[in-house]
Nanobody
Framework: VRLVESGGGLVQAGGSLKLSCVVSGHTIHMYDMAWFRQAPGKERDFVARIDYQGANHAYADSVKGRFTISRDNAANSLYLQMSSLNPEDTAVYYC????????????????WGQGTQVTVSS
């Protein structure tokens, strides 16, 4: 199973970006999926998750109301729409797939992408 993120880049504070994660090697319809991020010198943190049906979402408090996770099982893809970005959102963003139990902590992901850099300038 291979996960490839895209859509990162440099954006000014207050701007928006949409990240994509395309999965190959296995259909994603059985997997819960998630986004994580890792800022320089910090641990990788949970950002958002969506269950295999797309019915249940969860977000880190720091991104609630600004980020939206979605998926397209037909396209084997996961998305993260990010708005009202601020410099604290600067990080490498990773997508992940697995069966996470539909309850926090959301840590049970078997497959990970290589990440895409998001940099927010002030």
């Amino acid at each position: 199973v291979r996960l490839v993120e895209s859509g990162g880049g440099l954006v000014q504070a207050g701007g928006s970006l949409k990240l994509s994660c395309v999965v190959s090697g296995h259909t994603i319809h059985m997997y819960d999926m998630a986004w994580f991020r890792q800022a320089p010198g910090k641990e990788r943190d949970f950002v958002a998750r969506i269950d295999y049906q797309g019915a249940n979402h969860a977000y880190a408090d720091s991104v609630k109301g600004r980020f939206t996770i979605s998926r397209d099982n037909a396209a084997n893809s996961l998305y993260l729409q990010m708005s009202s970005l601020n410099p604290e959102d600067t990080a490498v963003y990773y997508c992940a797939a697995g069966v996470d139990g539909d309850s926090p902590p959301y840590t049970k992901y078997d497959y990970w992408g290589q990440g895409t850099q998001v940099t927010v300038s002030s």
